[in-house]
């Protein structure tokens, strides 16, 4: 079955980081763009950055854009979230997907994980 493996997420207070780890199961990831999602308590799963399947072109979400940094290593299969400078706001779960091709265009494919959870507070 094909899904990621998230992981990394923790109780961090404001201002903290964390390095989110995003692991492909089942498929290979190098020919897709990847995305990481957000997902706050009561509301719906949001993009916040994709990096496309090279790793030379990156989106980011007004809200996180030079506070988050996403990488990716193709060899390693894995795609990672550096998240600096949180905010409460940044706190719930964290998933990632593949999109439909190789550029961050289009929306998620379903290859949900259990996600990993980031708690932001003092």
């Known amino acids: 079955q094909a899904q990621f493996v998230e992981s990394g997420g923790a109780l961090v207070q404001p201002g903290g980081s964390l390095r989110l780890s995003c692991e492909a199961s089942g498929f290979h990831l190098d020919p897709y763009a990847i995305a990481w999602f957000h997902q706050a308590p009561g509301k719906e799963r949001e993009e916040v950055s994709c990096i496309n399947s090279s790793g030379f072109r990156t989106n980011y979400a007004d809200s996180v854009k030079g506070r988050f940094t996403i990488s990716r290593d193709n060899v390693k299969e894995t795609v990672y979230l550096q998240m600096d400078n949180l905010k409460p706001e940044g706190q719930g779960f964290y998933y990632c997907?593949?999109?439909?091709?190789?550029?961050?265009?289009?929306?998620?494919?379903?290859?949900w994980g259990q996600g990993t959870q980031v708690t932001v507070s003092s």
């Open positions: 997907d593949r999109l439909g091709s190789s550029y961050c265009t289009g929306g998620p494919f379903g290859y």
